[in-house]
């Protein structure tokens, strides 16, 4: 059964900080990677999709890359903003025909400092 | 485009009734669509994946007949919660996935979420 994990579970930096937020799952066997923002009491905003032939992704300030044969994909956020705290999850694909949802990390809580 | 509304966004019941929540893709035809439970401070569990025209299928763990999915439409699904109890309180959120034009390729587009309250 696919496991996801998200170190750190919670992080504070000043506001300016580059950070990188770390993810990583137990089975290999992936289609794909998405790292979500969710505000609190929110629903999901999607940042970037990996998919599992590709090795990064970029967005504006976001960058994230993907090691799938080490079961592993971190989220880096550049110069970072008050805007930017959230909780950010990191989610994985399996498959399974197209049939199977996400597994998802239990998140990691942001804070940046004014 | 690829937009996925949830309605409603929060609702609060008394024990022992009944609430639906619907989920629907607003500018995309979703091949199947996905049923999510997150409690607080804790990560969104898979309950159920819904496809078009077909039962449901169920996560280990979550009740069939507690809660009813039904997928009547390409842009559609319904989750109703029968005989709510306090312990079913929690944040629903739906996803729908398909091939949208612009997008990476099948991906899951979120709805907003349904906070549910049962007293």
């Known amino acids: 059964k696919q496991e996801v994990t998200q170190i750190p579970a919670a992080l504070s930096v000043p506001e300016g900080e580059n950070l990188v937020l770390n993810c990583s799952f137990t089975?290999?066997?992936?289609?794909?990677l998405q790292w979500f923002r969710q505000d609190p009491g929110k629903g999901l905003t999607s940042l970037l999709l990996i998919q599992s032939s590709q090795r990064e992704q970029t967005s504006g300030r976001l960058n994230a890359s993907l090691d799938k044969s080490s079961g592993r994909s971190t989220l880096y956020i550049a110069a970072s903003q008050p805007g930017d705290s959230a909780t950010y999850l990191c989610?994985?694909?399996?498959?399974?025909?197209?049939?199977?949802?996400?597994?998802f990390g239990k998140g990691t809580h942001l804070i940046i400092q004014p | 485009g690829a937009v996925v509304s949830q309605h409603p966004s929060r609702v609060i019941c008394k024990s022992g009734t009944s609430v639906k929540i619907e989920c629907r893709s607003l500018d995309f035809q979703a091949t199947t669509m996905f049923w999510y439970r997150q409690f607080p401070k804790q990560s969104l569990m898979l309950m159920a994946t819904?496809?078009?025209?077909?039962?449901?299928?169920?996560e280990q763990g979550v009740e069939k007949d507690k809660f009813l999915i039904n997928h009547a439409s390409l842009t559609l699904s319904t989750l109703t919660v029968t005989s709510a109890h306090p312990e079913d309180s929690s944040f629903y959120i739906c996803?729908?996935?398909?091939?949208?034009?612009?997008?990476?390729?099948?991906?899951?587009?979120f709805g907003p979420g349904t906070r549910l309250t049962v007293t």
């Open positions: 989610a994985v694909w399996s498959g399974g025909g197209g049939a199977d949802g996400l597994t």
């Open positions: 089975d290999s066997a992936i289609y794909n």
């Open positions: 996803s729908a996935r398909g091939v949208v034009q612009g997008g990476q390729g099948d991906e899951q587009y």
């Open positions: 819904s496809n078009e025209g077909s039962k449901a299928t169920y």
